[in-house]
């Protein structure tokens, strides 16, 4: 086995609080085989990492350094719009998930990848770019800003992929949200990721057609695997 076995599940549609559980549970068994290999060195079981990918019914979460204000309506709009909302624990501001849009949770062992968190989140964006290129979309990085842009040097700069993460004892949680698909009339509920004066887009927008979601995960799944020299297991 390789320093980056990696098991690969795709959970479909599920509740945030679902995915945000299991996610949980394998962050807990990276970090007990890391505290297990450092208690008995002679052993050393491998460590395997996890990704996963899913699609959310309408949420909107709230990173730890977020402001509240940022979410434009109230509990009673949430319902009507069939939408819930949750503070998480990872970086971030505000953002929305929802159907159409490829959710993927890295449970990443970053001291085994040797990688710092600023170099993952680097490491990220790349995956979404070469994976926006291989649908003719020039994705783009924007100082100052995690995620993935379009048009960064235009009035028009647009957030077609959204980033949170957290880590803790180097294991990562949370990732990104790639809007393929996706409703962006939601995002009008909001002050995405706290920008007052920028939009977001999606794929479908940007390209004037649905996109087949599997194509997508299919080239999105291969460049996080050569960016990150996972082994899927």
Known sequence: MTAADTIFEDL????????????????????DAKLFNREHPEENKPVVHHLIFCEHPHVFTLGKSGQANNLLVQDDFLKKINASFYRVNRGGDITYHGPGQIVGYPIFDLEQMKLGVKEYIFKLEEAIILTLAAFGIEGERLDGATGVWLETQTTNARKICAIGVRASRFVSMHGFALNVNTNLDYFNYINPCGFVDKGVTSMQKEKG?????????????????KVFGLNFV
């Open 12 to 31: 479909g549609e599920i509740d945030y609080k679902a995915a945000w559980d299991y996610q949980e549970e394998q962050f807990r068994r990276i970090v």
């Open 209 to 225: 057609e649905t996109l087949s979601m599997e194509e997508v995960k299919a080239v999105l799944k291969r460049n996080l695997q």
